[in-house]
């Protein structure tokens, strides 16, 4: 029996795994250095910081979104020799040099690849926590969700709830204010954790803002399409609140289920760190949220990656004499996939789309200013080229065409709905893992 030869892993002076803030950071001083690094972006590019909708603390800068920030910061990187990867880690060997690290295509096609590193910067941060109670998954993205700046256009003129106290809980009902008729504020506490106070202060004039402390959410109710409440206690007493959509925002938990083996971690499973950014093992690093479970801020994640990225030149540096050989890639543009994805202007446009095929039609619900609308579209682009002929790929800007996503009851973003030609709706699936999973039984069928 004949044995097909595997091509050896490609091997990386550095990879950084992780595309927020801190990530960039380290990616920019290590391609001025001339190490030209390679960053395995994830399902996140940008990290958390693309759904605020207003940042107001970046040092230099009064306002700016969080997405435009990100991408600056992305534009500075390419710029000077850093590259990028958008596919997701599924796993480490921190066991032995090289250091190998196992990545997935986000495209659904499941395509796995293996990158050897001399070294390795961790910059996967958390991931938003849950209230686990009846009915919040029921309705996720039916009127639950934990992004304002994603959903918040949604509920134009409607009644929405936040869910926390800290400063995210603060940030996302000021959004919201300006955009819902009311925001009400649950808080378990007694008061709020925010600290900052100028934001505080200006919300607490804002009519329309009311908070509720010492109260607890129990459960979400809807009509099976759509929230229509959430049952409060308040001390010993239970009630029934009226709501259109309740915002999720209750802090997080560290994405280092990866590395439970392989690095040390703290009881509440934050990387540990030895010296500065270094980890329990040399020529690792861990950054920003996934080793700070106090701060939890851009700018300190910022630090953290230049710190990191120090740190590894002068491992790098060190090791073997022995400079490791820069990465001399040719730093090119990466050209873009042919869009495929047909972008619908009318109504009009959408009727004549579905009556003209004879092939499932997904739909993808989007806007210009959601974060996580920008990460399903690649792989959307990549799936419509990969499936031509046998799925059509359409996208509705729901700015421009709210009627038609209100005809579908579109209450999150990104949301994807595979239709038939008559337009009726076959799968409704909200958010990048779900969208994902569709296009991976998508592939598979085909």
């Known amino acids: 029996m004949s044995v097909t030869a595997v091509e050896p892993a490609p091997l990386e002076p550095i990879v950084i795994l992780g595309g927020g803030v801190g990530s960039l950071t380290s990616a920019i001083y290590l391609s001025r250095a001339g190490l030209s690094p390679l960053v395995i972006e994830g399902p996140t590019p940008g990290g958390l910081l693309t759904q605020s909708h207003s940042v107001q603390n970046w040092p230099g800068v009064m306002e700016i979104e969080g997405a435009q920030l990100t991408e600056k910061m992305r534009e500075q990187a390419e710029a000077n020799g850093a590259r990028f990867l958008g596919e997701e880690v599924i796993g480490v060997d921190f066991s032995k040099r090289?250091?190998?690290?196992?990545?997935?295509?986000?495209?659904?096609?499941?395509?796995t690849h293996e990158i050897q590193a001399e070294s390795c910067i961790i910059a996967m941060g958390t991931k938003p926590n849950f209230l686990a109670i009846p009915g919040e998954q029921t309705y996720w993205g039916k009127g639950v969700t934990n992004c304002a700046i994603c959903d918040g256009a949604l509920y134009k003129g409607k009644v929405v709830g936040v869910v926390g106290g800290g400063d995210a809980a603060v940030l996302e009902a000021f959004y919201?204010?300006?955009i819902a008729k009311e925001v009400h504020v649950f808080v378990r506490k007694d008061s709020l954790?925010?600290?900052?106070?100028?934001?505080?202060?200006?919300?607490?004039?804002?009519?329309?803002?009311?908070?509720?402390?010492?109260?607890?959410?129990?459960?979400?109710?809807?009509?099976?399409?759509?929230?229509?409440?959430?049952?409060?206690?308040?001390?010993?007493?239970?009630?029934?609140?009226?709501?259109?959509g309740l915002f999720l925002a209750i802090g997080s938990t560290p994405n280092s289920v990866l590395f439970k083996d392989a690095l040390k971690l703290d009881d509440k499973g934050y990387i540990r760190l030895e010296?500065?950014?270094?980890?329990s093992i040399q020529g690792i690093y861990a950054i920003g949220d996934i080793v700070d479970p106090i701060y939890k801020q851009a700018v300190s994640a910022a630090g953290d990656g230049s710190k990191a990225a120090l740190q590894a030149?002068?491992?790098?540096?060190?090791?073997?004499?022995?400079?490791?050989?820069?990465?001399?890639?040719?730093?090119?543009?990466?050209v873009a996939s042919q869009n495929k994805v047909i972008e619908v202007t009318s109504e009009e446009q959408f009727k004549f789309e579905l009556e003209s095929s004879d092939v499932p039609v997904v739909v993808d619900f989007y806007a210009t200013?959601?974060?996580?609308?920008?990460?399903v579209a690649p792989i959307l682009d990549t799936s419509a080229n990969q499936l031509a002929g046998k799925v059509k790929f359409l996208k509705v800007n729901v700015d421009k065409l709210a009627n038609l996503s209100s005809e579908y009851n579109i209450k999150a973003?990104?949301?994807?709905?595979?239709?038939?030609?008559?337009?009726?709706?076959?799968?409704?699936k909200v958010g990048f893992n779900q969208i994902n999973d569709l296009l991976r039984d998508l592939h598979s069928q085909q």
């Open 98 to 111: 090289p250091l190998l690290i196992t990545t997935r295509t986000l495209d659904g096609s499941k395509k």
């Open 176 to 178: 919201l204010s300006n």
């Open 193 to 244: 954790r925010a600290i900052e106070e100028k934001r505080v202060g200006a919300l607490s004039q804002k009519t329309n803002v009311k908070f509720y402390f010492d109260t607890t959410v129990l459960e979400v109710q809807g009509d099976g399409q759509e929230v229509s409440g959430v049952i409060l206690k308040t001390g010993a007493k239970q009630r029934v609140f009226a709501l259109d």
């Open 275 to 279: 010296k500065d950014q270094q980890t």
């Open 313 to 334: 030149q002068q491992y790098l540096s060190d090791r073997v004499n022995k400079l490791v050989v820069k990465n001399e890639a040719v730093k090119k543009k990466p």
């Open 369 to 375: 200013w959601c974060g996580p609308c920008k990460q």
């Open 413 to 428: 973003m990104p949301t994807v709905l595979l239709l038939n030609a008559s337009g009726a709706e076959l799968q409704r």
